[in-house]
């Protein structure tokens, strides 16, 4: 299995391109079976949890030729033979749930294996559950899926969330697209994915109002056609790679970065005392003088503090000057991260959602092991500024989120490498 080498050396300096949206991609990838006619997306990233859902389409029937090294994915639905995500791949990804709302509005049926839980807390399906059946699904639970029917389509409805949810918001948004009416989502996600998703679909032909509030309307139509999208900028990468120059020191471009995507991130960012500059090509971040500050953070869903970049900040803020508190909301077990990193002379206490950041003038490199995706990129951020060398182990975690991460932050002069 592999690990990845890295050797604490100081500050960072170049330019970092950064990929399409993992997360819109997993839920543009299963509009497909929206449509009979072809669905292409460009700017896609080349992630093994894109390869999943690749497989995952493909066990349905559904047509996804990886083009231009990946860039580009041609997908067809024409054929669709089966209904079923089978459980040997869903319980791979959670996202694989993201069928189910498409194969019901389409098919008028569908049997989707429940993805289980997860490293980062219990993340169970209910709201998407709860918003198909709003739209006049019958849901049985049984053998570990959802056998969920639609005989005669599904029908418009409104759909009140009691939480938000972003991936029960891209199911009820995708199937509504099919059914007979109007539908109103209230209290739906604000993500940039969700936009994105929302873009795409109008592209194919859906009827869609609101997208980026918290209130959606969607006026169902007969079918959907094809089109030709391309993915938003990935947010989580983008905030990643910023933290790669605060954390180390230095400047780095992020090509291809949005301070709208991130607006909560960046004000934490500049509290920390770390500059964040626009340019023609993205944003430009660098390092003001001396050791960061401590700030609090709150993670909320979009537009507050992402909770997929908790961890990454933790990192920053075990260097900074004075004691943080970070507040984690959406996720319960999410600080899986902390005892990784006392391991490399952090000052962290975690108690239930709160973890207390007393900062240290210096990490020490030392063996870690990831636990999650965001998890383990937040070990690399935190090796880059400490002194000596880091292995960081399983990170099969970090390939599922991050392409070419070793490429990308060696071009910047870090001393990073795999090793098998
Ligand atoms: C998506 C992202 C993930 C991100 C998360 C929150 C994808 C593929 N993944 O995950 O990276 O961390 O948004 O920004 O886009 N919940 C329920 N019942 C449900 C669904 C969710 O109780 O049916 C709870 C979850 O346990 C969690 C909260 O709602 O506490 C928010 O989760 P949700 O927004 O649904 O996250 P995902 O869509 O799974």
Known sequence: ???????????????????????????????????????????????SDIRTMTQ???????????????????????????RHADYEIVRKMRASILV??????????????????????????DLHLRALEALGAELDLR??????????????AVVDFPIVSVGATENALMAATLAKGTTVLNNAAREPEIVDLARCLRRMGAQIEGEGTSTITIQGVDRLGG????????R???????????????????????IDLLAAFCEKLDAAGVSVEETANGLKVSRRNGRVRAVDVVTEPFPGFPTDLQAQMMALL?????????????????????????????????????????????????????????????????????????????????????????????????????IS
């Open 143 to 156: 053998d570990g899926y959802v056998h969920a029917k639609a005989p005669k389509g599904l029908v418009g």
């Open 100 to 125: 189910l709302g498409p194969l019901l509005a389409r098919f008028g049926e569908a049997e989707v294996s429940l993805p289980g839980g997860c490293a980062i807390g219990a993340r169970p399906v």
């Open 236 to 258: 989580i990468e983008l905030g990643t790679y910023m933290l790669a120059p605060a954390i180390c020191g230095g400047e780095v471009e992020l090509l291809g970065g949005r």
């Open 318 to 418: 075990c260097t900074a000057e004075g004691t943080s508190v970070l507040e984690e909301r959406i996720f319960e077990n999410r600080f899986m991260h902390a005892p990784e990193l006392l391991r490399m002379g952090a000052r962290i206490e975690v108690h239930g959602g709160h973890a207390t950041v007393h900062g240290v003038e210096k990490l020490r490199g030392a063996p870690v092991m990831a636990t999650d995706l965001r998890a383990s990129v937040s070990l690399i951020l935190a090796a880059l500024a400490a002194e000596g060398e880091t292995i960081v182990s399983r990170v099969y975690h970090l390939d599922r989120g991050y392409e070419r991460v070793e490429e990308k932050l060696s071009a910047c002069g870090a001393l990073i490498e795999r």
């Open 227 to 234: 089109a030709t999208h391309a993915v938003v900028t990935d």
């Open 56 to 82: 995952l389409l493909g066990s349905l029937g559904a047509e996804v030729a990886s083009l231009q090294g990946g860039q580009v994915l041609a997908m067809s639905s024409h054929d669709i033979s089966s």
């Open 1 to 47: 299995m592999d690990s990845i080498l890295v050797r604490g050396n100081g500050p960072l300096k170049g330019q970092i391109p950064i990929a399409g949206a993992k997360n819109a991609c997993l839920t543009l990838m299963p509009a497909t079976l929206l449509t009979e006619e072809p669905l292409t997306l460009t700017n896609a990233p080349r992630l």
